[in-house]
């Protein structure tokens, strides 16, 4: 089979937004395969293999109800990008490190502020040097702070509430991240030394590839309500913050995958592809995983926050204020490369199952348990990053979530062209001057970088978001632009 | 010999070599040559020797770009010029690069992770070659 393959399967409509490839299309799936997507991106989709990885874990033992992709879905490492996948351990379920993926708790977290675009037009360049001379970024790039290995498991045990004592985060901060950045079950005793060497210089750093720090305005809001109650209001300028777990997360995914050599084989799992390398949840393998993963997920959730705090201190010195006077507050923070133990319901019985996302984000409704107060009444905020020329959203999780897709919305855009196909696209243009024509500042580390990143690489967002809003997955609040860019 | 190629997201690399010893020592400087632009300006001044145990050739093949990506990521020591020797339970090799000086070396993109994504070695009517994806 050629790696370029499209898809010839079967893709059966279930409806407008949601398509099925059935059980039967392949001996040893163990449920339906189904894709959120709508007639023009199904097109897409199909061009490439990702449909097939779709009904490859469709093959893992104890998943529940189907094998789940969203309408930002591309072709991933044995899972899709864009893939949902729930495993119950009372039905011999099965933790798998490419679930999650390399960047283990990738994730996005969105900042406002009590500005709006006329206030801060006037000093923009000016900020967007503080920020690029503040946020460590770019490849390997070190950063400011240094972490020996004793710190390093606070921070893997306690995530971000252990920078409370260095004055890098508040319990605001806290309340308004996922898990509050912090998964119980964490055991940093099971991260090797070679990604806590990865990882002392890298917290607070945000690396390069797809990663970004953006400024950006509120440009349009669907939902009065839902935007009031996160402070967000048009023309108001956010900060938006898209890393993960940097060299220590990848490190632990790759340990993990070497670990799990030989290891489905050896509990008599059958697996379509290798990269699905897998271990029965309630196995030493798969809880050897579950610890490091928990881990190396809170130490994201501080890369983000340490992110996020030079971020106003970039403020600060570019605008001349305290950070609190410019209220930056952070709106949420959300996890986008993920398993959790979460409830959910399905056949009809209520269990707790691992939930892999890999490039999907957690969208829980209204009055859900795990949604932090302020939200409680309008439903858990979603950030979905877009591309650095067009726009990115902010939503919020609908009950459609709970029962159709474990509690899960899409995360991004999803690219249109490969990484050499944008830098040879991009010859004899200038990507930095072209952003600046569509009022975006652009600061980067690395001229080839931004090409790979320009707009025209990704996907329109808004197609991605208006399923997921259709689909009653997450519905739109509001659409940022960003006006200013740093990248690695 | 060696090139990139396209995969969505990522990279590829495929490298032919008439041998097992020059296919590994292509498929590093490949790799090398996705974290720097310029890699005809790395010095061999610095010496390091790698020993690696491996019965699966392929998986070999992981584990020997897997170590020198983690020596570039935590050591800042891009090696680019390899002498080895495969044997029937693993590699030896001497590896001599330089340390990244940012002034003269064009950093160009940051490999998180080699994958097992379609990784292929297998001799071909002239020798050998191998495909991976590099996760970027």
Known sequence: ?488 | MYEIFEHTADLGLRVEAPNLEGLFAEAGRGLASMMVANLDQVQPLQVRELTLPGLERDYLLFDWLTELLYIFDTERLLLVDFDLQIHESGLHAVCRGETLDPARHWLDHEVKAITYHHLKLEPTSTGWQAEVIVDI
């Open chain 1, 1 to 488: 089979m050629s790696i370029k393959a499209a898809y010839d399967g079967p893709l059966e409509k279930v409806n407008d937004y949601c398509w099925r490839i059935p059980k039967s299309y392949r001996e040893g799936m163990r449920v339906d395969g189904l894709i959120f997507a709508d007639e023009a991106l199904l097109e897409h989709i199909r061009e490439d293999q990702a449909p097939e990885q779709v009904a490859n874990v469709a093959f893992l033992p104890g998943i529940q109800h189907a094998s789940l992709a969203m309408p930002d879905i591309h072709w991933g490492y044995g899972f899709c990008i864009g893939g949902v996948c729930a495993t119950d351990p009372e039905e011999g379920g099965v933790i798998s490190p490419g679930g999650v993926g390399y960047d283990i708790n990738c994730g996005v977290r969105l900042v406002r502020s009590n500005m709006f675009y006329q206030d801060v037009k006037p000093h923009l360049e000016r900020l967007m040097d503080q920020l690029f001379a503040h946020v460590p970024a770019g490849v390997g790039k070190g950063g400011r702070f240094h972490f020996k290995a004793k710190e390093l498991k606070h921070l893997m045990t306690e995530g971000p509430a252990y920078l409370k004592k260095y004055d890098a985060a508040t319990d605001g901060d806290i309340a308004h991240t996922e898990a509050h950045g912090c998964l119980q079950g964490a055991e940093p005793d099971r991260v090797s030394q070679r990604a806590l060497t990865r990882g002392e210089d890298q917290c607070g750093t945000l690396g390069s590839g797809n990663h970004f720090m953006e400024v950006q305005i509120v440009e349009a809001v669907y939902d009065d309500v839902a935007a009031r109650a996160m402070g967000l209001e048009k023309d108001m300028v956010c900060v938006m913050i898209h890393s993960g777990s940097r060299g220590l997360g990848y490190q632990v995914c790759d340990d993990a995958l070497k670990r799990l050599r030989g290891v489905p084989e050896k509990y008599g799992i059958h697996l379509p592809d290798r990269q699905l390398a897998c271990a029965p949840i309630d196995s030493k393998e798969g809880q050897e995983y579950i610890g490091a993963m928990g881990a190396a997920a809170n130490f994201a959730w501080c890369n983000r926050q340490l992110l996020m705090h030079q971020a106003r201190l970039a403020f600060e010195k570019a605008l001349g204020k305290p950070w609190q006077s410019m209220q930056m507050n952070l709106v949420y923070d959300v996890a986008h490369n993920i398993a959790k133990f979460e409830t959910h319901t399905t056949g009809g019985k209520e269990r707790k199952v691992w939930v892999h996302r890999k490039g999907a984000t957690r969208a829980f409704p209204p009055n859900h348990p795990e949604t932090p107060d302020l939200y409680k009444r309008i439903g858990q905020p979603v950030i979905i990053p877009g591309d650095m020329g067009r726009a990115s959203f902010v939503l919020v999780g609908q009950q459609g979530s709970m029962e159709q897709s474990f509690g899960t919305t899409c995360h991004g855009a999803g690219r249109a062209m490969s990484r050499t196909a944008a830098v040879k696209a991009s010859q004899g243009r200038k990507i930095e001057e072209e952003l600046r024509a569509r009022g975006v500042i652009a600061r980067a580390h690395s001229w080839r970088g931004l090409a790979e990143e320009q707009p025209e690489a990704y996907k329109d967002v808004n197609l991605v978001v208006e399923v997921v809003h259709q689909a009653n997955l997450a519905k739109k609040v509001a659409r940022m632009k960003p006006i200013g860019v740093v990248k690695g």
